[in-house]
Each structure stands twice: as structure tokens, then as C-alpha cells.
């Protein structure tokens, strides 16, 4: 696959292994806080440079998924806060111009099979 690939099953795989890991947590907004933290360190010891965008994007499903229904943020406020999460991210790590010391940092646009996945989780 090449770098625009995006390849839903292995976003399905991702999401159904983290929440077959934890199916023993219940009620459910409890299994799917530990799925979603499941997946949240898997990125950061299996992916720390970012590189594979299934499995960000699951992360982002989960995240959206336990957030809406444990009832801590609603189904509009998520979908305001996928949508606008790149353009907040980009505007984060843009350098200011006039600090010669600001940090360019690389910054990986995600595909738009991510902005779907983080809205089908809410």
C-alpha cells in the first residue's frame, strides 16, 4: 500500500481486537475506555513516529465512541471537535515567523478515511 492507502479492515481488526481484549470490562462506556487506552498505547509503543494510519484512526474511533456514550461529550460536540481537530493541530505547530528558534515540526496530514472513522465512533 502506499502512503495515501487507507485500508478499513485493518481499522476493523484494530477496533474488534481491542474490544475483544477488554469484552470482561463492563458496563460498556468501561470496556471501551479500556479499548481506547488499549489502542492509545499501542500507538505510542508499537507506532511512536505516526506512520500507521489504521491505527491512528481506530484510536480516534474509540476515543469518539466511549467519549459519546460514557456521556461525557455529546454526538454534536464530537463531531465539531473530529472536524476540527487538524485544523487546531496545524495551527499548533505552525512556527510563529518571527521566532528564528521556533521548532518545524513534520506534521502528517490525516486521510479523510480518519475524519470518517473518528464520526462513525460518536
Given at each position: ?11 476493523q ?18 470496556q ?44 454534536a ?31 502528517v ?14
Amino acid at each position: 500500500m502506499g502512503w495515501w492507502s487507507f485500508d478499513d479492515s485493518k481499522v476493523q481488526g484494530y477496533i474488534n481486537r481491542a474490544m475483544a481484549k477488554n469484552a470482561s470490562f463492563q458496563p460498556i462506556d468501561t470496556q471501551l475506555e479500556r479499548a481506547w487506552y488499549a489502542l492509545y498505547s499501542q500507538r505510542k509503543t508499537d507506532d511512536p513516529d505516526g506512520d500507521d494510519r489504521e491505527l491512528a484512526a481506530a484510536e480516534h474511533y474509540m476515543y469518539a465512541r466511549w467519549q459519546v456514550c460514557s456521556g461525557q461529550t455529546s454526538e454534536a460536540m464530537m463531531r465539531l471537535l473530529v472536524l476540527g481537530y487538524d485544523p487546531a493541530k496545524l495551527i499548533g505547530y505552525h512556527p510563529i515567523p518571527r521566532d528564528p528558534q521556533a521548532r518545524r515540526t513534520f506534521l502528517v496530514t490525516p486521510l479523510h478515511g480518519q475524519h470518517e472513522m473518528g464520526l462513525q465512533g460518536n
